[in-house]
T-cell receptor, first 114, second 114 residues
Framework: NAGVTQTPKFQVLKTGQSMTLQCAQD?????MSWYRQDPGMGLRLIHY???????DQGEVPNGYNVSRSTTEDFPLRLLSAAPSQTSVYFC?????????????FGQGTRLTVV | AQTVTQSQPEMSVQEAETVTLSCTYD???????LFWYKQPPSRQMILVIR??????QNATENRFSVNFQKAAKSFSLKISDSQLGDTAMYFC???????????FGTGTSLTVIP
């Protein structure tokens, strides 16, 4: 089925460990983004990309890296996990130029940093 | 930057009754898109309804309708004939015309009481 695939669904990390959250879409969307969802704070934009080779920071980028080598994939890297990064992470994608189509979301990753 | 405000953290409604969720936003742009998303316990983000700012007519999708007041920058969601399956977190979201800026409110947790 077409859509946004996020892996893993759950992850527990120790403080200081690194990991990569994977995000892939098969709809040829130009725009991809990562959000974190925390209680009482809604979804906040971490990083986004408007196409392969182009990335930019969102509202809460510190502690996260991204790259976009292909249109399909947009991984999010935590370089040195901290307890403050415990959250639910969502990847989303959409068409640029046709934003009325709205965004497609992955199913989320619940990350716990201990 | 755009901001989206949902001032009702929690709401409840009796089954079959009508409930209205509030959302206000702040933007200097004239054309943009507004959305309501539903997030059930499964965490999946589900698009409920979409409104284009250049359209004066309020959007309607079955039991869901919006009251879009552009001058007041208000975008409320009305759910008619509430059903138990409507129990979820609801997020209001703003997207710019190009589609590369996507901002969310903090959410309203709706409980439908049997």
């Amino acid at each position: 089925n077409a859509g946004v695939t996020q892996t893993p669904k759950f992850q527990v990390l120790k403080t200081g460990q690194s990991m990569t959250l994977q995000c892939a879409q098969d709809m040829n969307h130009e725009y991809m983004s990562w959000y974190r969802q925390d209680p009482g704070m809604g979804l906040r934009l971490i990083h986004y990309s408007v196409g392969a080779g182009i990335t930019d920071q969102g509202e809460v980028p510190n502690g996260y890296n991204v790259s976009r080598s292909t249109t399909e994939d947009f991984p999010l890297r935590l370089l040195s996990a901290a307890p403050s990064q415990t959250s639910v992470y969502f990847c989303a994608s959409s068409y640029l130029g046709q934003p009325w189509v709205s965004a497609f979301f992955g199913q989320g990753t619940r990350l716990t940093v201990v | 930057a755009q901001t989206v405000t949902q001032s009702q953290p929690e709401m409840s409604v009796q089954e079959a009754e009508t409930v209205t969720l509030s959302c206000t936003y702040d933007t200097s742009e004239n054309n943009y898109y507004l959305f309501w998303y539903k997030q059930p316990p499964s965490r999946q983000m589900i698009l409920v309804i979409r409104q284009e700012a250049y359209k004066q007519q309020n959007a309607t999708e079955n039991r869901f309708s919006v009251n879009f007041q552009k001058a007041a920058k208000s975008f409320s969601l009305k759910i008619s004939d509430s059903q138990l399956g409507d129990t979820a977190m609801y997020f209001c979201a703003f997207m710019n015309l190009l589609g590369n800026q996507f901002y969310f409110g903090t959410g309203t947790s709706l409980t439908v009481i049997p």
